[in-house]
């Protein structure tokens, strides 16, 4: 969409001054400066200072249900309940403050039960990857130190022969497990609370003794990187919570803008709900939508697995108002032929993040669900999830942009080999970001949390450059990008050209070796349901619109969804794989 096509007048002020005006002294978003560990942030003034305070706000929600998964219905009461009941053994078995705990499971109700329950009393809570392998979980649990861990069925079959090897383990609880156990420190978790429909009849009790602050540490979330050991990313409670406030400034940022002042939140409104196809142990699935939507009291939607048929079913039945995740969902919600067949029209909003997306992307599903003011962002593990956000006209202006910083967040462009020169609009370098959702650093990592953190900056890896309004434009992984005889070919530019192609679903390019030239450009794509397209097509279909040395020299067609780390990036060092055998050329 061009800016000529947006309303008359608009924008009716800057970025700059919708921020000053919503965080103004005496507003629900008011900012002040605070010095936290030594540097001075921006922060939202009116925050929930814990993951605790979260959880005794949610209870104001009442009967309204909160988890929806398979057959089972949990409300914001029964939730506390659960919480109260699990926070209380967690004590009586000796966890407490700064303990770690580990969760491990798909999204199910006990995941969020457990995550919650170890933050109200102050345990840092480690969620790690359920699809890691024995031996991954069983790093993830030495490197953390875990205390306890929660896991289901699945994990605790993976995990079961390296307990031994995880000395500071003193208890696991498994839940969903339909076989006895007779070990000594594995106690079935529905023995302590029973199964999630019978939480409401647990004891009305309230959240056991604890001290907490805001600036504590909170979390372990691993980064999901795609080379080396996964790296503990430590946050405290102000970090993980700082998520609350920014989507809700990405609203009212929107209505300014427009010159419109932000609805009052009205009682009588329906209930927002969601649903949720990323996983809850990534920070985008944690704390940009479970922890919102607990505040909020927002009903979360679960499914054991994505399913885009599953997804349409589940829409029209809990009509769905949010969904998204990464834009490979996306597309298959507005492109699967079975579309038709279901009534989706209560989706209001189709956003994403984790991944850049195609500008055809958001004209693709303004046609395919008329109401939905999509929209997109930006942020990493180190960030706790949220630092920019892109949505309504700005959106349609700049569909190409992860939008601008949060109000109570800073992002440069630096000069990618001095780390310090801050280059101007228009200039390609690296994403500096600062803000008090920055995580503290790397669990017992010094070394690589001073190469990562830098007075109060985090150094993302990410290429890219911003616009004179302050739009980010994510160009591609550094250590991604490739260099043909000198030349740079970012990825994500000719990713955006395949995916132009009509017949295009999901593409991904590499770097193949090549003796004299170092590397050139591949192509792995995946090809929309029913379409075909040739190698020699797709590769034409590039060369008519970039320059000759970006053309990828090979395409290969994969016939699922690209693999991605949770964070929504592809593994393109899987995909690399496909090209082994290629002979690199003289």
């Given amino acids: 969409m061009s800016e000529a096509a947006l309303p008359p007048g608009w924008p009716a002020m800057s970025i700059q001054q919708a921020h000053a005006l919503m965080t103004q002294p005496g507003t629900p978003l008011e ?10 942030y921006k922060v939202w003034k009116h925050l929930p200072p814990s993951l605790r305070a979260v959880v005794e706000a949610s209870r104001a929600h009442g009967e309204k249900v909160f988890l929806v ?7 914001f009461e029964a939730f506390y309940r659960a919480v109260s009941a699990f926070a209380r053994e967690l004590q009586a078995q000796g966890v407490g403050k700064g303990d770690r705990v580990a969760v491990i499971m798909r999204n199910v109700p006990e995941w969020v039960v457990a995550f919650y329950a170890a933050a109200s009393i102050g345990a840092i809570v480690t969620p790690l990857n359920a699809w890691w ?13 875990a205390k306890v861990a929660v896991v289901d069925a699945e994990r605790h079959e993976r995990l079961v022969e390296h307990f031994g090897n995880c000395p500071d383990l003193l208890r696991v609880y498994v839940c969903r497990d339909p076989d006895e156990n007779a070990h000594p420190y594995v106690t079935k978790l529905e023995s302590v ?14 959240l056991p003794a604890a001290e907490v602050d805001a600036d504590d ?8 990187g795609t080379t080396g050991k ?3 990313a430590l946050a405290t409670q102000r970090a993980v919570n700082t998520n609350i406030l920014t989507a809700a400034a990405a609203g009212a940022r929107s209505f300014l803008r427009r010159g419109e002042m932000p609805p009052m939140p009205d009682p009588e409104a329906p209930q927002r709900s969601s649903l949720i196809s990323v996983p809850f142990f990534h920070v985008t699935g944690c704390f940009a939508v479970l922890n919102p939507s607990l505040f909020g009291g927002a009903k979360l939607v679960m499914m054991y697995k994505w399913d885009v048929i599953r997804a349409f079913e589940l829409i029209q039945r809990e009509k769905i108002m949010s969904a998204g995740g990464v834009p490979t969902i996306a597309w298959q919600l507005i492109e699967h032929p079975a579309r038709a067949n279901y009534d989706l029209s209560s989706l209001e909003a189709v956003s994403y993040g984790g991944a850049p997306s195609a500008p055809e992307l958001v004209r693709r599903i303004k046609e395919a669900f008329p109401k939905s003011q999509s929209g997109q962002g930006w942020g990493m593990t180190e960030t706790c999830a949220t630092v920019t956000s892109n949505g309504a006209e700005d959106y349609a202006n700049r569909p190409d942009s992860c939008g601008v910083a949060a109000a109570v967040a800073e992002i440069q462009i630096r000069d990618v080999e001095d780390g310090k020169t801050v280059l101007p609009p228009g200039q390609v370098g690296e994403l500096w970001s600062k803000g008090p959702m920055n995580a503290r650093g790397y669990w017992n990592k010094p070394e690589a949390t001073a190469q990562t953190f830098v007075d109060g900056w985090v150094r993302t890896g990410d290429l890219a450059r911003m616009d004179e309004e302050g739009f980010c434009f994510i160009i591609d992984r550094a250590k991604d990008m490739l260099i043909r005889g000198g030349e740079n070919i970012y990825c994500v530019e000719v990713e955006n050209v395949l995916y132009d192609h009509p017949a295009v679903m999901d593409a991904a390019i590499v770097g193949v070796p090549h003796r004299t030239l170092g590397e050139e450009p591949a192509a792995v794509v995946t090809l929309k349901p ?5 190698e020699d097509e797709l590769r034409a279909h590039v060369a008519e619109r970039l320059a000759a040395f970006k053309v990828p020299v090979a395409v290969k067609f994969w016939h699922e969804t690209l693999p991605r780390n949770p964070n929504g990036k592809i593994l393109k060092n899987e995909l690399k794989k496909l090209f082994e055998d290629e002979k690199a050329d003289a």
Avoid at 69 to 75: A, F, I, L, S
Avoid at 194 to 200: E, K, V, Y
């Fill in 31 to 40: 900012t002040e400066e605070k010095v936290i560990h030594g540097v001075t």
């Fill in 69 to 75: 998964y398979e057959d089972e219905r949990v409300t």
């Fill in 133 to 145: 392998t024995g031996p991954e979980l069983e790093y993830g649990l030495t490197d953390s130190a």
């Fill in 193 to 206: 609370l029973g199964g999630p429909n019978d939480w409401a009849t647990l004891p009305d009790q309230p």
């Fill in 217 to 224: 540490d909170a979390t372990i979330f691993y980064t999901s």
């Fill in 230 to 232: 996964p790296k503990g």
């Fill in 530 to 534: 029913g379409a075909e397209a040739s």
